[in-house]
Structure formats: C-alpha cells, structure tokens
C-alpha cells in the first residue's frame, strides 16, 4: 500500500520587493545662460567668468552694470 503525504503547505510567493513601481528618473537639469551671456546674446560656456556674478534670474543686474 501506497501512503500519500499530504501535507499542507501554503505556497504563497511573497516578493522582497514592494508593489513595482515604475523607475524614477532623475529631472533633467537645463542650465540656462548667465544674464550676461543671454543679454549679450553669446554661448555660455560651463566655466564663464561672469555667471558667478550675473545669475540667470537676475537679468537686470547685469543690465545695470553694462
């Protein structure tokens, strides 16, 4: 006679993840031009010597020394 094991074992699957979620990604960053170069209509480069100086948001501070 065969005896069948029968146990009873709950197989739930629990995942170590939590709900899935999609990717966050990270925003994209726009540097604009210093006000000095966007007044003077020039490309700024990453080491300009005046956006220390004149940032972005402060167009007329640059309006003002020019």
Do not use: D, G, W
């Given at each position: 006679?065969?005896?069948?094991?029968?146990?009873?074992?709950?197989?739930t699957s629990t995942s170590s993840?939590?709900?899935?979620?999609?990717?966050?990604?990270?925003?994209?960053?726009?540097?604009?031009?210093?006000?000095?170069?966007?007044?003077?209509?020039?490309?700024?480069?990453?080491?300009?010597?005046?956006?220390?100086?004149?940032?972005?948001?402060?167009?007329?501070?640059?309006?003002?020394?020019?």
């Amino acid at each position: 006679m065969m005896e069948n094991n029968n146990s009873n074992t709950n197989t739930t699957s629990t995942s170590s993840t939590p709900l899935s979620h999609p990717p966050t990604l990270q925003p994209q960053v726009i540097i604009s031009p210093c006000a000095a170069c966007k007044i003077l209509r020039k490309r700024c480069a990453n080491k300009c010597t005046l956006a220390p100086y004149f940032p972005p948001t402060e167009p007329a501070k640059f309006t003002i020394a020019h």
